[in-house]
């Protein structure tokens, strides 16, 4: 092999040539840009008292009001697992949660038993939109109100067609949904993106401009860094019986108001169902918390499923890629997230296919 010498003259500087500099500055860029993403990996799980269900259930409404935490309704199959025949039973019950070290309570009921909607939390109560019973999907939205002691609901507009399994996030005052199903046996998922503004005096619901991949449902929401995201979830078509079947889906979007949609990086994996709206962390970051990849649909028997992946990936809003960032102590999907007294809160939800849990779990930074 053939030896190159290298001579170095000392009395001068050493000086990078162009493409060196250019490379040195790019690298120490990408990294400033990620400082965030990498700051944000460090979690704190705190278990909330578990809900006074021996099952817990899918798909409730969550948020807070007034200091107090509330979840209502939701699905469970109650009897028989549904490998078992069991049948799958809908909720209007209000539980409610004044104190992290308190006890639940009943606070009421819904309006009906509902599940599979989305809920938001607002300084004027929860809003509750959409969802479904056991028969049908509804177009229905309220406001949930904790106020003095008691449990108060007031109708708001309805959302433009029948809707669950979607999702949805607050930007600004701005209420968005997007996707979904319009019916128990669709085969076909919803491609829609709807806005209700709340400050306005007679708000109603409006059809924007809908992202440019696949319609989809279960997927995830999230807002940061003044944009409204929305990644994952499964697409729907017919098979030769007319059943649907599922694509579980990767890609992700960022929509802003006055720019319309980007598509963003993908999920490194696909991710339905995962709770949502997102948990965001500071200062460009929000996390998706794991959610069914799909990878065990034809699982048998459905008894011995291992449960959902516990991957948190980390999305950086500046540097659009994800990350892993740890795992959860508990892998829950079909649940709203909600921050309530300075911490996220993922409650109940499905740990397996038909299996729900009470569990309650509390999310937020580590102290450094």
Same mark, same amino acid.
């Given at each position: ?89 809908? &909720?209007?019950? !209000? *539980? +409610? %949660?004044?104190?992290?070290? =308190?006890?639940? #309570? ?6 009906? @038993?509902?599940?599979?909607?989305v ?18 999907? &509804?177009?229905? !939205? *309220? +406001? %949930?109100?904790?106020?003095? =002691?008691?449990? #108060? ?6 959302? @433009? ?17 997007a ?10 998922? +919803? ?14 619901w409006h ?32 098979d ?42 500071e ?64 409650p ?8 729900r849990?009470?569990?309650v779990?509390?999310?937020?930074p580590?102290?450094?």
């Amino acid at each position: 092999m053939q030896k190159i010498a290298a001579t170095m003259n000392h009395d001068r500087p050493w000086i990078p040539c162009e493409r060196c500099l250019t490379l040195l500055l790019a690298t120490l860029f990408l990294l400033w840009q990620n400082a965030g993403a990498y700051a944000d990996e460090t979690l704190t799980w705190d278990k909330l008292p578990s809900l006074p269900d021996l099952h817990g259930f899918a798909g409730p409404f969550v948020g807070s009001h007034h200091d107090a935490l509330l979840i209502a309704g939701g699905a469970n199959f109650p009897q028989k697992k549904p490998w078992d025949g069991g049948s799958k039973v809908w &909720y209007d019950t !209000v *539980f +409610l %949660l004044e104190r992290p070290d =308190g006890k639940w #309570k009943v606070a009421g009921k819904l309006p009906q @038993p509902l599940a599979y909607g989305v809920s938001l939390s607002t300084n004027d109560g929860i809003v509750c939109i959409g969802g479904s019973d056991a028969n049908r999907h &509804y177009a229905d !939205v *309220f +406001l %949930l109100r904790w106020e003095n =002691g008691e449990l #108060k609901t007031t109708v708001l507009p309805s959302l @433009p067609k029948r809707c669950a399994n979607f999702c949805g996030a607050i930007l600004g005052s701005t209420i968005l949904v997007a996707g979904g199903i319009e019916s128990p046996s669709a085969t076909e998922a +919803l491609k829609t993106f709807w806005s209700l503004e709340l400050g306005s005096l007679t708000p109603q619901w409006h059809a924007l401009e809908a992202w440019p991949g696949p319609a989809r449902m279960l997927s995830v929401a999230a807002v940061q860094d003044n944009a409204f995201f929305l990644a994952g979830g499964v697409d729907l078509k017919a098979d030769t019986k007319g059943k649907p079947i599922r694509n579980y889906l990767r890609d992700a979007y960022r929509y802003k108001p006055d720019h319309g949609w980007t598509r963003i990086a993908d999920l490194p994996g696909p991710s339905a169902a995962a709770p949502s709206p997102a948990p965001v962390m500071e200062p460009s970051s929000f996390l998706v918390l794991g959610g069914d990849d799909g990878s065990l649909v034809d699982f048998k028997p459905l008894e011995k499923h291992p449960g959902f992946p516990k991957t948190l990936w980390a999305y950086n809003t500046k540097s659009n890629n994800w990350r892993a960032a740890g795992e959860m102590p508990s892998a829950q999907v079909t649940t709203t997230m909600t921050f309530w007294r300075d911490q996220f809160v993922m409650p109940t939800g499905e740990v397996r296919p038909g299996v729900r849990t009470p569990e309650v779990w509390a999310i937020r930074p580590a102290a450094k």
